[in-house]
């Protein structure tokens, strides 16, 4: 069965480095995703993603980070200049549509990039 | 604003014992679907149990089953003959039907199935 793959599982980084969270979606999908979980509390909607253009972002996707379909493939998150209250794990999730009714609409999540800020 | 909230963070049942885990969220939409999640440690979250929020039967999955209280805005999930394969952390979610782009998610219950 298709899977939305992430890598890598867990990143480390130093305060102030960029990171690239990468993520395949499935591959007839045309809909993405990036969520995030600071421990211990909710899974976030961070922005999602079609045709090349952000669809909606909420008030935590700021100018530091960006989101990239780089190729037929990937689905990546940047973040520019990391904080120490960036340390989260990464959700990434596709779906197939993204309106009309549920069917074919429900996004399929990976399994997470623990994202640790030093 | 949609919140959702899930207030026991973990819980325990001994193998074959039934569970129940509690979620209420808060919107003023009418329209919208309740989901709950099953992440598996390491793994991707899956769809364990969708409601749509017109219906007002309690969706069931085999041992799965919700009770949907709409008023209340409750939607509690019920696992039957826990197996130790249900250990996984499970969340709560809501999504509008007008807007499938954005989940809103509860924190969370870490389920401990024992053998």
Same mark, same amino acid.
């Given at each position: ?118 | ?10 819980? =325990? ?11 209420? %969220? ?5 329209? %919208?679907?309740?989901?709950? %999640?099953?992440?598996?440690? =390491? ?36 696992? =039957?003959? =826990? ?6 952390? %499970? ?25």
């Amino acid at each position: 069965e298709p899977e939305v793959t992430q890598t890598p599982s867990h990143q480390v980084t130093q305060m102030g480095q960029e990171v690239i969270l990468r993520c395949v979606p499935i591959s007839n999908h045309l809909y993405f995703y990036w969520y995030r979980q600071i421990l211990g509390q909710k899974v976030e909607f961070l922005v999602s993603f079609y045709n090349n253009e952000i669809s909606e972002k909420s008030e935590i996707f700021d100018d530091q980070f960006s989101v990239e379909r780089p190729d037929g493939s990937n689905f990546t998150l940047k973040i520019r200049s990391t904080k120490l209250e960036d340390s989260a794990m990464y959700f990434c999730a596709s779906s197939a549509q993204g309106q009309g009714s549920w069917v074919g609409n429900e996004q399929f999540f990976g399994p997470g990039t623990r994202l640790t800020v030093l | 604003a949609q919140t959702v909230t899930q207030s026991q963070p973990e819980m =325990s049942v001994q193998e074959a014992e039934t569970v129940t885990l509690s979620c209420t %969220y808060d919107t003023s939409e009418n329209n %919208y679907y309740l989901f709950w %999640y099953k992440q598996p440690p =390491s793994r991707q979250m899956i769809l364990v149990i969708r409601q749509e929020a017109y219906k007002q039967q309690n969706a069931t999955e085999n041992r799965f089953s919700v009770n949907f209280q709409k008023a209340a805005k409750s939607f509690s999930l019920k696992i =039957s003959d =826990s197996q130790l394969g249900d250990t996984a952390m %499970y969340f709560c979610a809501f999504i509008m039907v007008h807007n499938f782009n954005k989940f809103y998610f509860g924190s969370g219950t870490k389920l401990n199935v024992k053998p």
